[in-house]
């Protein structure tokens, strides 16, 4: 696992629930050391939580980071096209005609801040 995986890993652990960052956000707060879609693939590399790392879906809220649109990305690695919208949807985050969450509502601005 590259170094800055946990470091990615622990800002998405902090995004609060009903709340969103993006992959750029997310690759600006680590000082661009990576991009916006390595960011992605350091979520896709959590694995399933099964096997109770450190880190892994179960302990970080990968599905509350999303594109710079507002809209979900995770069909492009394999999961199911609606799992993410489900699950920020079970937080109260709604969706458009156009299948994006409204980010001036839901981005975490408090934690850009800082």
């Known amino acids: ?16 629930k009903g709340k969103v960052l993006t992959y750029g956000l997310i690759s600006h707060m680590i000082g ?5 879609q390595g ?3 350091a979520l896709k590399a959590l694995g399933s939580g099964k096997a109770k790392k450190e ?8 599905h509350r980071v999303v594109n ?17 919208r489900q699950l920020l949807e079970a937080e109260g ?8 969450l409204d980010l001036e509502k839901h981005l975490w601005k408090e934690i850009l801040s800082k």
């Open 39 to 41: 960011v992605g693939w």
């Open 68 to 84: 710079a649109q507002g809209g979900t990305s995770t069909h492009k690695v394999g999961l199911p096209p609606d799992l993410q």
């Open 1 to 16: 696992m590259s170094e800055i995986y946990p470091q990615i890993y622990r800002i998405v652990q902090k995004i609060p």
């Open 32 to 36: 661009g050391r990576m991009s916006a």
């Open 93 to 100: 985050i709604k969706f458009n005609s156009e299948e994006k």
């Open 55 to 62: 880190f892994d879906s179960s302990n970080v809220p990968w």
